[in-house]
């Protein structure tokens, strides 16, 4: 018992010693300092006791202090701490000593919404034209300030690794891959940076003929194609708002008006911000930022941010007036991207049976981002040939022109870059392991030549049940013009196996002109709205749109398709096919039975003049979704060529997208036409999301889809004529719950209606005709609890709501990445 009260003593003596001890005192009574708060960064680490005295335990290597009626102090810290704090003088007025309130200042609120309110009218896009240059640097690479005890490190470990004797123990195949490719990318990154990245762009702008943007040129270390997903990528507020100021964010930061100083000759208001996390233990005076208003025009003139903890990153972006319009002048941005943690001996050697002892030594990684804009020229004549072709243009990409649009030389680090790092890369192949990332981002698996399809692996519905497949692809790197494709599937339910085969014939390089012919024989859902010119987006949240849903029909269909991008905003698809289809339910159509030969042709057109795209290898891709988009198909099935069906059907979908005051609007117009001789499945189902024989506890459960009604019994309302609305709010506030991620809510609603003339005309499938309002509403948990999940509720309303609650509610669960 003695031994284990010792043990216990012990080891809570050790805990006690293994704290920071601090004393607070005043440096003129040298009184002691009651209720003193010590900060690490923005967390409170305690306050101190009537004695000035305060003990933590604590791996923050400097703290601040703070007292009321004190200056504030920092401190490094060490085993013992003793501070003496400097009284304030009596009619000292700085608001950095009397902000402490939890709420924002009134005054900065007002500016801020005055930017806001003038935000388009001080915007460059308010002119007829514009253009202006670019050059940007990214790097990667261990702090500016540590370089060079990091290349000292890396010699001397460098050499202790060189005479170490062999290991007593066999490593692993691929352990022992993984450290000489991580010991040989260390080596080079000694005499250079990881990563260099310079482009040269020019952006140009006109109301008349939209945005273009060219890269002059471009160059990344390590690889010697472009990669374009990644010239797109624009990492700075040249078109952005910072979050910061944004209505929706407003009550995630607290705002006070700091100062009015003179900046550039002009009167500037100054703006000091603070993440709100946890208001009981932030430092009241510690601010994430800065924000300069331009009194005059109530523009943004600057913008500093910096990181919660200690060296994690900041940005400046710096603006300025041309022609009483502002545009991005200049923008440097510093983040912290992990670290590089090494294990090094406490000494050469040890005594027999004793275990090696090691310290840890560690260097941060960021990426640096320098941005800088000149050459501007305001309302010069513009010509539509300037415009041509999609929102960005590749020029050149070999770095031969990036000397001219330098703004200083680069380092011998850097430019050493290009040499380790090209031969690195270039040695292990990470150009072709990048493809592979960039791929996913249009739905694609790539392996070499094959391009595997995410939307054909996986699926679920009532009539196949689990459907399981592949659908594989030959891309470029097979032919620049041939590519095959083909997929099969196996429902688990109707034990059957479907397939379809094609080839796409490529007839331009510099814009989408593609020739298609295909063979599919599958099962496809009864009255289903056309998604040919939908993005993946788009497809893969239509992907369980049939959870509920045993309405499906057989198609054997042999097909020839045209593709053509007439400009980047408009698209346009014409296809001819020679259809056998048969009903897989009990149905007759008029006495023409339930099997049918069909051919049609079919036009579909893609407005969307606020999209970017750039053309790849791979095809047209989309770097930025923009709002309105308008997608169009109208099909003519005719008696030619042994088809049975003489038919029109028109579908139209408008998507608009918009922020507010009230937050994101997002709005959906929907509708189609069928008429002629046309059985149910050229017809509309109203896509319901609930099973109609409500037989489980999960019945009601569903994810969302792009047009379906979470509250509606799948399979139930067809029409042949109809129009639809869904409407959808994201309130302008955010929150915290668990975690760190913040949540949002939506507030939904959605309403349909239609008519169905020949409805007797479809004969033994019992179906109702939506010729009252169908009407929902409800509200989506975005990051629920903050996860990645959303939950959704929502609650029929007005003609075909019933008695029964649980006729009258669905719910839908929702991943949000895949969230707009």
């Known amino acids: 018992m003695i031994k284990l009260l010792c043990s216990l003593f ?134 500016k300030d540590s370089v060079d005890t990091f290349k000292d490190f890396i010699a001397t470990r460098k050499d202790s690794l060189s005479r170490a004797e062999d290991r007593k123990f066999k490593q692993k195949e691929k352990e022992k891959k993984d450290s000489l490719l991580t010991e040989e990318f260390i080596s080079a990154a000694a005499a250079s940076q990881m990563f260099l990245w310079e482009k040269a762009s020019e952006y140009k702008y006109s109301k ?78 510690k601010f994430n930022g800065k924000i300069y208003v331009d009194a005059s025009s109530f523009a943004l003139k600057k913008f500093e941010s910096t990181s919660k903890k200690l060296n994690e990153g900041n940005i400046v972006s710096v603006w300025k007036p041309i022609d009483n319009k502002w545009f991005l002048d200049y923008e440097d941005i510093k983040v912290k991207m992990g670290d590089q943690t090494y294990e090094t001996s406490k000494k050469d050697s040890t005594k027999a049976g004793e275990k090696p002892k090691f310290n840890k030594k560690t260097f941060g990684n960021y990426l640096y981002v320098k941005n800088r804009f000149f050459d501007f020229r305001l309302n010069e004549d513009e010509k539509a040939s300037d415009f041509k072709g999609y929102s960005l243009e590749l020029k050149n990409s070999d770095g031969s022109l990036l000397n001219q649009y330098r703004t200083d030389s680069l380092t011998e680090r850097e430019s050493a870059t290009y040499t380790k790092m090209d031969q690195f890369v270039e040695k292990h192949q990470f150009e072709k392991k990048l493809s592979y990332l960039t791929q996913l981002l249009r739905g694609n698996i790539r392996y070499k030549m094959i391009d595997f399809d995410l939307t054909k692996f996986y699926s679920y519905d009532q009539y196949q049940g689990l459907r399981l497949g592949a659908g594989v692809k030959l891309n470029e790197k097979f032919s620049k013009t041939w590519s095959p494709d083909g997929y099969f599937g196996y429902g688990f339910k109707d034990s059957r196996f479907k397939y379809g085969l094609g080839l796409d014939v490529k007839l331009s390089d510099k814009r989408t002109s593609v020739f298609r012919i295909d063979y599919v024989d599958d099962v496809f859902a009864v009255g289903r709205f056309s998604n040919a010119m939908w993005d993946l987006s788009m497809k893969l949240s239509d992907i369980n749109i049939d959870l509920h849903n045993g309405a499906f029909y057989k198609n054997q269909k042999w097909g020839a398709s045209y593709l053509y991008d007439l400009s980047n905003s408009l698209s346009m698809k014409i296809a001819v096919n020679k259809e056998k289809q048969q009903a897989l339910f009990d149905y007759q159509y008029k006495d023409m039975g339930n099997r049918f030969d069909n051919f049609s042709t079919t036009l579909s057109l893609k407005f969307a003049p606020n999209d970017k795209n750039i053309m790849t290898p791979s095809g047209k891709f989309t770097f930025e979704k923009g709002y309105p988009q308008v997608y169009v198909n109208y099909e003519k099935g005719m008696k030619a060529l042994g088809g049975d069906l003489n038919y029109n059907r028109l579908d139209a979908l408008i998507i608009h997208q918009f922020r507010t005051a009230a ?64 409407f959808s709010q994201s309130l302008p506030f955010k929150f915290k719950t668990l975690g760190t991620k913040y949540s949002s809510i939506d507030i939904e609603y959605q309403s349909a209606i239609g008519n169905f003339r020949n409805s007797g005309d479809h004969q033994r499938f019992e179906f109702m005709v939506l010729d009252h309002y169908y009407q929902e509403a409800g509200l989506i948990w975005n990051r629920f609890l903050g996860t990645n999940f959303g939950i959704g509720f929502s609650y029929r309303l007005g003609y075909y709501r019933t008695s029964e609650f649980s006729n009258n509610f669905g719910i839908k669960i929702k991943f949000n990445v895949l969230d707009r």
């Not at 102090?73 to 060490?78: E, F, K, M, N, S």
């Not at 709420?103 to 915007?123: F, G, H, T, V, Y």
């Not at 069928?674 to 019945?699: C, L, M, V």
């Open 208 to 285: 008349k003929f939209g945005e273009k943007t060219n890269i002059i040129d471009n160059r990344m270390s390590g690889f010697k194609n472009p990669i374009y997903e990644a010239l797109a990528i624009n990492i700075s507020n040249l078109d952005r708002t910072p979050r910061q100021l944004r209505p929706e964010n407003r009550n995630l930061f607290n705002f006070y008006l700091s100062d009015t100083i003179q900046l550039d000759g002009r009167k500037t208001y100054v703006i000091k911000f603070k993440e709100i996390t946890n208001k009981k233990k932030q430092n009241p005076r």
């Open 663 to 726: 937050g994101l609007t997002n709005i959906k117009f929907f509708g189609g036409l069928s008429s002629g001789t046309a059985p149910i499945w050229k017809n509309f189902e109203i896509a319901g999301q609930t099973d109609r024989n409500n037989n489980h506890w999960y019945s009601n459960i569903g994810s969302p889809t792009n047009l379906g009604f979470t509250t509606m019994p799948a399979g139930t309302f067809y029409t042949d004529k109809f129009v639809a609305v869904r």
């Open 10 to 143: 012990l080891l809570s003596s050790a805990m006690v010693f293994s704290q920071t001890q601090f004393r607070i005192f005043s440096k003129t009574s040298k009184q002691p300092v009651a209720n003193a708060a010590v900060y690490c960064d923005d967390n409170l680490l305690g306050k101190t006791n009537q004695e000035g005295l305060l003990s933590v335990k604590t791996k923050c290597r400097k703290v601040e202090i703070l007292a009321s009626n004190y200056e504030d102090a920092t401190a490094d810290v060490r085993k013992t701490v003793e501070v003496a704090l400097q009284p304030l003088a009596e009619k000292r007025d700085n608001i950095e000593r009397v902000i402490i309130n939890d709420k924002s200042d009134p005054r900065a609120l007002r500016i801020l919404d005055e930017l806001n309110k003038r935000a388009k009218e001080n915007s460059p896009k308010s002119l007829d034209s514009y253009t202006f240059k670019s050059y940007s640097k990214f790097s990667i690479d261990v702090d």
